[in-house]
């Protein structure tokens, strides 16, 4: 977690340490609402294939494969992990050569950088933003509004959720 000295080196303003304090603890809070707290998180994938694409650096610590309402807690010699793809494997306890239905993968992962960068970028919107009428022109009408600061918002904290099933 980023101090405000160290958001200062990223973001200008002339804001206050408290001001800029709220505005960070709230991005923070923004994204612990999004992904769940640093250091695990759970997806749910609906993969048709045999891989599941996981972030960088993740540890799978359980995963779940739920057919028809039927959660099956795998045993580790069901799935491997290779660099960031999780492979069903046609052997173990549960053998298959396919994910079927929903799977529920735990998985650990430092993403404390990606975390921060989020952060600076929610900060950074927050303190340029102004919402409203931005310009005028009488003569051949014309107003200009501000973007939209929740569609942007929403924008960037999609950067943090990025795993992908591939077939």
Same mark, same amino acid.
Do not use: K, N
């Given at each position: 977690?980023?101090?405000?000295?160290?958001?200062?080196?990223?973001?200008?303003?002339?804001?206050?340490?408290t001001?800029?304090?709220?505005?960070?603890?709230?991005?923070?809070?923004?994204?612990?609402?999004?992904?769940?707290?640093?250091?695990?998180?759970?997806?749910?994938?609906?993969?048709?294939?045999?891989?599941?694409?996981?972030?960088a650096?993740?540890?799978?610590?359980?995963v779940?494969?739920?057919?028809?309402?039927?959660?099956?807690?795998?045993?580790?010699?069901?799935?491997?992990?290779?660099?960031?793809?999780?492979?069903?494997? &046609?052997?173990?306890?549960?053998p298959?050569?396919?994910?079927? %239905?929903?799977? /529920?993968? !735990? $998985?650990?992962? #430092?993403?404390? +950088?990606?975390?921060?960068?989020?952060?600076?970028?929610l900060?950074?919107?927050?303190? &340029?933003?102004?919402?409203?009428?931005?310009?005028q022109?009488? %003569?051949?009408? /014309?107003? !200009? $509004?501000?973007? #939209?600061?929740? +569609?942007?918002?929403?924008?960037?904290?999609?950067?943090?959720?990025?795993?992908?099933?591939?077939s």
């Amino acid at each position: 977690m980023l101090t405000v000295a160290q958001l200062r080196e990223h973001v200008a303003t002339d804001l206050p340490d408290t001001a800029l304090t709220r505005l960070l603890d709230a991005a923070y809070a923004d994204i612990e609402r999004v992904v769940g707290p640093p250091g695990q998180r759970t997806e749910v994938f609906s993969p048709s294939g045999r891989w599941i694409l996981l972030p960088a650096a993740a540890t799978v610590t359980a995963v779940r494969e739920d057919l028809d309402g039927a959660p099956v807690d795998l045993d580790p010699t069901d799935w491997r992990l290779r660099g960031q793809l999780l492979e069903r494997l &046609a052997t173990g306890a549960h053998p298959r050569t396919a994910w079927l %239905g929903s799977v /529920r993968v !735990t $998985y650990s992962l #430092d993403d404390e +950088a990606l975390r921060d960068r989020v952060a600076i970028a929610l900060v950074m919107l927050d303190v &340029a933003a102004r919402p409203g009428l931005e310009s005028q022109q009488i %003569g051949d009408w /014309r107003e !200009t $509004y501000a973007p #939209d600061v929740a +569609a942007a918002r929403a924008q960037i904290l999609a950067e943090i959720t990025q795993p992908l099933a591939l077939s």
